[in-house]
């Protein structure tokens, strides 16, 4: 309870001297993750608005596949972008381990299954009930995603906000690619395990507090600034 | 002067969903103007009848042959349904939909829609979530972005199933001055009245198949068949 307590003085403490570190490592936390869950989303969306309205022979495991891949085990990614990206693999020349951008690219890996799947449910339904229409309209392929794609986007921005709650709050995967190096890899999550590790359990709790109210903010914001909640608007 | 899509004509035409005849074999001719409605009791087929024609159901077997090749057919063509697909828009973007899909502008949509919205008595509503309407404003609605790309045809399932009689009188309105400005209906019912109402011809349809296809004050004052002499002394048919 001590710690507890502690944690939430020093999390207190940190935000009202804007400790330089902890701007520091929170600004890397979001932009690692917001650039990887933009990526993944980019990707995601329209995978899963093509997965709905598209009908081919193994769909239907292509879409148990997608569905198993949102449990995909970070430290397994973290150690595939690892091989890849270490010097002797096939992307070592671009020098990108121990980056942040190694961290964006296994985030990417571990986000976009997540949000392509969200938003293959969430159309899917809505595409049963605009089946009629569209196909009545004559619509192509790329009009009826489109479509889809924007009248879901309440869903769809949940699917979105949904891979970005797993960004932040990951570390097994940016742990290995990224390393954790002070003023350039370190991010909330590794910092956390890192004050764990050297037993400043306050300290730890209180980036822990500031690690999810950011994630409380984003969430909120995007909501505000996306109007979801208008009454009697789409 | 445009070439009509219709006529068009049934030969032998069948539907199977599961293994099951839903409809056919139908031999039918639909000539260029006027307003054909498909009467016949629950289950005889009648939507999807016009779902066929409309392109929406695939044949088990014979032909229907539009007087067009089929991507043109399918543009001259709207379909408005039995319960009206509302997209998760605005009442006047959900009309203006079809006309952007075609190409233009969406200023240029939109100032048609808001004109079709005043025409099916929905301006006061088109800036608001079109779920939120009624389910009479729901069927203007569909019926306003059906027939804002002006149609050679329109196909109405059961347009005013569930309304009261007030926006059923709206809605024939509406259909009866689509009519009147030359769009082709072919609309399905099982509302006796309404079949008198619009209709200038009555296909009737019991278990699939076309008993009779005849002018309305013939159908309903000299019908041929023993099945439409039933349905239309209110008999129960089986």
């Known amino acids: 309870m001590n710690d507890l307590l502690a944690g939430v003085a020093a999390a207190v403490r940190l935000i009202v001297t804007l400790d330089h570190d902890l701007v520091e490592i929170s600004l890397r936390s979001l932009q690692v993750s917001l650039s990887a869950v933009f990526i993944a989303a980019l990707i995601g969306l329209p995978f899963g608005a093509w997965l709905s309205?598209?009908?081919?022979?193994?769909?239907?495991?292509?879409?148990?596949?997608?569905?198993?891949?949102?449990?995909?085990?970070?430290?397994?990614?973290?150690?595939v972008v690892y091989i890849l990206l270490s010097r002797s693999?096939?992307?070592?020349?671009?020098?990108?381990?121990?980056?942040?951008?190694?961290?964006?690219?296994?985030?990417?890996?571990?986000?976009?299954?997540?949000?392509?799947?969200?938003?293959?449910?969430?159309?899917?339904?809505?595409?049963?009930?605009?089946?009629?229409?569209?196909?009545?309209?004559?619509?192509?392929?790329?009009?009826?995603?489109?479509?889809?794609?924007?009248?879901?986007?309440?869903?769809?921005?949940?699917?979105?906000?949904?891979g970005f709650g797993r960004a932040i709050g990951e570390i097994g995967a940016i742990m290995i690619v990224g390393g954790n190096i002070d003023h350039l890899t370190r991010v909330l999550t590794t910092a956390i395990a890192l004050e764990v590790g050297k037993g400043d359990f306050p300290l730890a709790i209180g980036l822990g507090i500031i690690l999810i109210s950011l994630a409380i903010i984003i969430n909120l914001a995007v909501h505000i600034l996306s109007r979801t909640e208008r009454a009697g608007r789409w | 002067?445009?070439?009509?899509?219709?006529?068009?004509?049934?030969?032998?035409?069948?539907?199977?969903?599961?293994?099951?005849?839903?409809?056919?074999?139908?031999?039918?001719?639909?000539?260029?103007?006027?307003?054909?409605?498909?009467?016949?009791?629950?289950?005889?087929?009648?939507?999807?009848?016009?779902?066929?024609?409309?392109?929406?159901?695939?044949?088990?077997?014979?032909?229907?042959?539009?007087?067009?090749?089929?991507?043109?057919?399918?543009?001259?063509?709207?379909?408005?349904?039995?319960?009206?697909?509302?997209?998760?828009?605005?009442?006047?973007?959900?009309?203006?939909?079809?006309?952007?899909?075609?190409?233009?502008?969406?200023?240029?949509a939109l100032t048609e829609a808001d004109r079709w919205a005043e025409?099916?008595?929905?301006?006061?509503?088109?800036?608001?979530?079109?779920?939120?309407?009624?389910?009479?404003?729901?069927?203007?609605?569909?019926?306003?972005?059906?027939?804002?790309?002006?149609?050679?045809?329109?196909?109405?399932?059961?347009?005013?199933?569930?309304?009261?009689?007030?926006?059923?009188?709206?809605?024939e309105n509406l259909i009866r001055s689509a009519r009147n400005s030359g769009t082709r209906i072919i609309m399905a019912t099982h509302d006796f009245g309404q079949a008198r109402r619009l209709g200038d011809e009555i296909v009737f349809i019991h278990h699939g198949r076309i008993c009779e296809q005849a002018s309305t004050d013939m159908f309903f004052n000299t019908p041929q068949t023993a099945e439409a002499r039933a349905f239309v002394d209110g008999d129960i048919l089986l």
């Not at chain 1, 193994?58 to 990614?77: D, S």
């Not at chain 2, 043109?72 to 009442?91: D, G, L, W």
């Not at chain 2, 002006?150 to 007030?166: I, K, M, Q, Y």
């Open chain 1, 89 to 162: 693999g096939p992307f070592g020349v671009f020098n990108l381990l121990f980056t942040p951008t190694a961290m964006i690219i296994a985030q990417v890996i571990i986000v976009t299954p997540i949000i392509a799947s969200l938003a293959h449910q969430a159309i899917r339904e809505l595409w049963f009930f605009y089946h009629d229409l569209l196909i009545s309209l004559n619509t192509s392929k790329w009009q009826r995603m489109k479509t889809l794609l924007w009248d879901g986007r309440r869903s769809l921005l949940t699917a979105t906000l949904t």
């Open chain 2, 119 to 171: 025409n099916v008595g929905l301006k006061a509503h088109g800036h608001q979530d079109a779920n939120a309407l009624s389910g009479g404003e729901k069927q203007k609605l569909a019926l306003a972005r059906a027939l804002i790309t002006r149609p050679e045809v329109l196909f109405l399932d059961e347009p005013s199933t569930n309304l009261d009689g007030a926006s059923t009188l709206e809605i």
């Open chain 2, 1 to 108: 002067m445009v070439k009509s899509i219709l006529p068009v004509v049934l030969k032998g035409a069948s539907v199977k969903k599961g293994g099951v005849q839903i409809i056919g074999p139908l031999d039918m001719q639909l000539l260029e103007a006027g307003c054909t409605v498909v009467i016949g009791p629950n289950g005889a087929g009648k939507t999807t009848l016009l779902r066929l024609l409309h392109g929406l159901e695939r044949l088990k077997s014979g032909s229907v042959t539009w007087n067009a090749p089929r991507p043109e057919i399918n543009a001259r063509q709207s379909f408005v349904f039995q319960t009206p697909v509302v997209m998760r828009r605005s009442v006047r973007e959900n009309i203006a939909y079809p006309l952007i899909l075609r190409g233009s502008s969406r200023k240029k």
């Open chain 1, 53 to 79: 309205v598209s009908r081919f022979r193994y769909r239907r495991i292509a879409i148990a596949v997608l569905n198993a891949l949102m449990g995909l085990p970070p430290v397994v990614v973290g150690l």
